[in-house]
């Protein structure tokens, strides 16, 4: 028995992948289809469900804010197979989330074929990626999977903070868009400078634009 969750806020998808992997695995009790819409409710479902094999994760769902969500996930469950889908077929995504520790990409143009195909695979503990993008085109990049630990250690309050420096918001912007106050804000920047072992918004600005991170929707 495989259990596998779809987090992806469109029905239409879910129900199609639901679909391909039903067809594949052919007898219904060799799979088990859990489903979340955002990323609250993904994280919440892992916590409920101990023994699922693999997260087929979109990057884009409300909460998720780009690689937030797949970095937020690894934090928590660093023991958990991910594999992400998107609709955006990027090579440089692509390597990124590889070296984010996911265990594959699924462009959401993948037939139903292809996807059966690549849930088997990773399933078996193989990395699969589309054929347009061979396993040896990803290169690693041990300073960008650092970042995102660092990134990861943040708290929800501090990630969105550091969004918002990224954005240029001064201090009193961000604490008035978080509804805190602006002593609350440096205090949060500092804390953000420590755990990065940076020193000064700019520094901060690189961070969170080579991650592409962007303020979750929901809160976490």
């Known amino acids: 028995m495989a259990t596998l969750l779809i987090a992806d806020d469109h029905p239409l998808y879910r129900d199609a992948v639901r679909g391909a ?8 009790e060799l799979l088990e289809l859990l489903e979340a819409a955002d990323l609250n409710e993904t994280v919440e479902m892992l916590h409920q469900n101990n023994h699922i094999d693999l997260l087929l994760l979109d990057l884009h769902m409300p909460g998720s804010g780009d690689l937030f969500g797949l970095i937020h996930i690894r934090k928590l469950f660093p023991d958990l197979p991910v594999a992400v889908i998107s609709g955006l077929d990027d090579p440089d995504i692509i390597s990124k989330v590889i070296n984010l520790g996911a265990m594959g990409f699924v462009p959401k143009t993948t037939s139903a074929v292809q996807i059966a195909q ?10 699969w990626l589309p054929e347009s993008y061979a396993t040896d085109d990803v290169e690693l990049d041990n300073e960008f999977a650092e970042l995102a630990l660092k990134v990861a250690s943040l708290t929800p309050a501090q990630y969105k903070v550091l969004c918002y420096m ?52 929901v809160g976490l």
């Open 21 to 28: 992997l039903i067809n594949s695995f052919k007898q219904l």
């Open 118 to 127: 690549a849930v088997t695979s990773m399933l078996e503990g193989d990395l």
């Open 166 to 217: 990224r954005d240029g918001l001064l201090n009193k912007q961000i604490g008035y868009n978080l509804d805190i106050a602006t002593a609350t804000v440096k205090a949060h920047v500092t804390a953000i400078f420590k755990k990065l072992h940076i020193n000064n918004r700019t520094q901060a600005v690189l961070i969170a634009s080579r991650l592409q991170l962007a303020p979750p929707e």
